[in-house]
């Protein structure tokens, strides 16, 4: 009896409906004995068409409320881009006030989407525990955006010419107290996550990217920033203020899911020191001016979302509706990358690797 | 943004003489209609350090086929497919159906006679 | 006597979908899930598994793509089975309605029971919506409910639907309108 084995291509689909996945996305891995040796993707499960409707239907002042609703996740950061792009091409005035503002309500944002993203990859590994407490630590955050904005998701916060809302005294200390809470809990996560047996298992050495992969697969956001790349676009961003409420790149080694959770962790670290610097510093003045105009030329603005970079290129022809919005995701231009990691990977961690990218299929397909 | 216009029967050449993968972070391609027959079609690229953004152009009309850079930039394969599906263009070896489906809007994002 | 129904009520089993929501509602939905809300208590489970699930938490306006998966999730889950559409725009479309690639609501697909508005729905509406339709889940009778769209013809096997001959046609294409 000959004992050769062959070795069976063997297709397993991840999706599109899946537990491990919030949105519907479908992978189909090829993998020989567990080793996954291609993957196939589809994501256009959520494509509704934002970019056609925001050049035909809606006027640029109501574009910034529609493109919020590309993603719950980064719905700030959606709004934000467009609106500086569109500022620029009014060249409207914005005050340094409504600037401190925008930030804040940014960076709250990141903070509790890269606890969700924590939490998810934990349950996705298998620790039920960690993703209910994470889970637990990251209501006060939406507590605090819900204080600040009147909502907990989609917040409607920004609007061309400055914010809608502005907070007191009261709310002021509150925020400062949730942030000092949020601070210890994160601290004693980075200790969980950096001595945790466990979760060390499920994540060192795993999914890994090398610096050169990251530079030709162009990835961006924590996926790059955790092999030491120093991208990140809120440098030097003209704006917002962000230098000067203390903003850091945070860079890792090793590429692997468990750098890209210390990157996430140490994020939010900064984060809420900028949030602190934001609340105290807090300059005078008014939240809203006056824009007249109609949108005129090209513009493309950029920003770090929670996930990377996200670009919009906005041409206006003097008209109240804009001739063109092009929406660049930060997972739409990772997917690629993505798609080269999972090669040579165990199938049974492609849904820990996958949580760790955090994907947001609604952004990349509009 | 800086922009500079590229010939159509160099883009590939030009592309790879252009970019470098350590000083240039493709962004994305990107089209604009112009009116219902011709299309402007960017490669968008910003700088690493300094954030500088350079647009390569080029017109072309929905006759033409597009040449597939993704030898040079391997992550253009996605925005290629999503050119195909929103212009109706054709990109070389890019099929359609990233996002549409069968009886989905063909080309929705061109410009129609009004 | 054994009555599976009061049993039931305890222990409700919720299949959630995302049909091209912008994921507010989901994260919600997930918070409804988390320590603060705890929908736990009320014995809620999400089991990302229709053939054990008595209810579907729907979200999004429907996309083209995701028309043939919602109509296959909704016909796989046993009766009785209640279907609970969050947010405004699986409700109606709300800010989606109109655009090329959308269905302005699930309730063109499969039939609703409970709609829960906002945008996005808070966790204490979801909350609401929740235990609502595990009323309605009581008054439910084992009768074969149909979705509404997508197959021209369910078969039949016997007097049942033929879940599987009718998974097995997904994606044919058959009358899509
Ligand atoms: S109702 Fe609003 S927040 Fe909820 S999924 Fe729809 S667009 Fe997003």
Redesign the interface.
């Known amino acids: 009896m000959s004992t050769t084995t062959k070795a069976v291509d063997m297709q397993i689909p991840l999706g599109a409906q899946h537990i491990s996945l919030l949105e519907p996305v479908k992978f189909t891995f090829t993998t020989q004995n567990e080793k996954i040796v291609d993957v196939g993707s589809d994501v256009g499960f959520v494509h509704r068409g934002v970019e056609h409707a925001c050049s035909s239907k809606f006027e640029f002042k109501q574009v910034g409320f529609v493109v919020a609703r590309i993603c719950g996740l980064c719905a700030i950061t959606h709004s934000m881009c467009y609106t500086a792009g569109v500022e620029k091409l009014l060249d409207a005035q914005v005050t340094q006030k409504a600037k401190y503002l925008r930030t804040l309500l940014i960076e709250l944002d990141r903070i509790h989407s890269h606890m969700l993203c924590l939490s998810h990859t934990c349950e996705n590994a298998g620790f039920e525990a960690m993703f209910m407490s994470l889970m637990g630590d990251r209501e006060p955050v939406m507590g605090l955006q819900e204080a600040i904005t009147g909502n907990r998701v989609q917040f409607d916060y920004i609007t061309i010419g400055g914010v809608t809302r502005e907070f007191d005294a009261q709310t002021a200390q509150k925020i400062i107290q949730v942030l000092g809470q949020t601070q210890k809990k994160i601290e004693g996560y980075i200790e969980e996550f950096q001595n945790n047996w466990s979760l060390s298992k499920k994540f060192e050495g795993i999914g890994a990217l090398s610096p050169e992969g990251a530079y030709e697969y162009n990835a961006i956001g924590p996926l790059a920033r955790a092999c030491g790349l120093q991208v990140d676009v809120r440098n030097g961003l003209d704006y917002l203020p962000y230098k000067e409420v203390g903003f850091t790149t945070i860079t890792q080694t090793g590429g692997d899911i468990h750098a890209r959770n210390m990157v996430r962790l140490y994020e939010i670290l900064n984060s809420i020191k900028m949030c602190r610097n934001i609340v105290e510093g807090l300059p005078e003045g008014e939240i809203q001016t006056k824009v007249r105009g109609k949108p005129q030329g090209e513009v493309i603005t950029r920003l770090e979302a929670p996930r990377g970079e996200l670009m919009y290129y906005l041409k206006g022809e003097n008209k109240k509706v804009l001739d063109r919005v092009r929406i660049k995701t930060p997972t739409f231009a990772t997917i690629p990358a993505m798609i080269e990691i999972f090669k040579g990977q165990d199938y049974a961690d492609a849904p820990a690797i996958l949580a760790s990218f955090d994907p947001c299929l609604s952004c990349t397909a509009k | 943004?800086e922009k500079i216009k590229l010939e159509f029967d160099r883009i590939h050449a030009e592309i790879g003489k252009f970019y470098d993968?350590?000083t240039w972070?493709?962004?994305?391609l990107?089209?604009?209609?112009l009116d219902e027959n011709t299309l402007e079609v960017?490669w968008?690229f910003?700088k690493?350090e300094?954030?500088e953004?350079v647009?390569l152009y080029t017109v072309v009309d929905y006759g033409q086929t597009l040449p597939d850079i993704s030898d040079i930039?391997?992550?253009a394969?996605?925005?290629q497919r999503?050119m195909v599906d929103?212009f109706g263009i054709n990109v070389q070896s890019s099929e359609k159906?990233?996002?549409?489906?069968?009886?989905?809007?063909d080309h929705?994002?061109r410009k129609e006679r009004s | 006597m054994f009555k599976l129904k009061n049993f039931r009520k305890r222990s409700l089993w919720i299949l959630h979908y995302n049909a091209g929501s912008c994921n507010g509602c989901d994260i919600e939905i997930l918070a409804c899930l988390g320590p603060t809300y705890d929908l736990e208590r009320f014995g809620v489970l999400n089991r990302g598994n229709p053939k054990q699930s008595d209810m579907l938490l729907i979200t999004g306006p429907v996309t083209y793509r995701s028309r043939e998966r919602v109509v296959e999730l909704f016909t796989q889950m046993p009766e009785p089975k209640v279907v609970v559409a969050v947010g405004s725009c699986t409700c109606t479309g709300g800010v989606f309605s109109g655009m090329y690639n959308v269905e302005d609501g699930v309730d063109k697909y499969i039939p609703v029971d409970v709609y829960i508005p906002g945008c996005a729905a808070t966790p204490e509406y979801i909350i609401d919506g929740v235990l609502k339709g595990l009323e309605l889940l009581e008054h439910k009778s084992k009768e074969i409910v149909k979705p509404k769209k997508l197959f021209k013809k369910l078969s039949f096997h016997k007097d049942h639907i033929d879940r599987r001959g009718i998974a097995g046609k997904v994606g044919e294409n058959d009358g899509k309108d």
């Open positions: 943004m993968k350590k972070h493709f962004m994305t990107n089209g604009v209609a960017q968008l910003a690493y300094s954030g953004i647009a930039i391997p992550s394969v996605i925005s999503e929103m159906g990233l996002y549409l489906d069968g009886d989905s809007k929705p994002l």
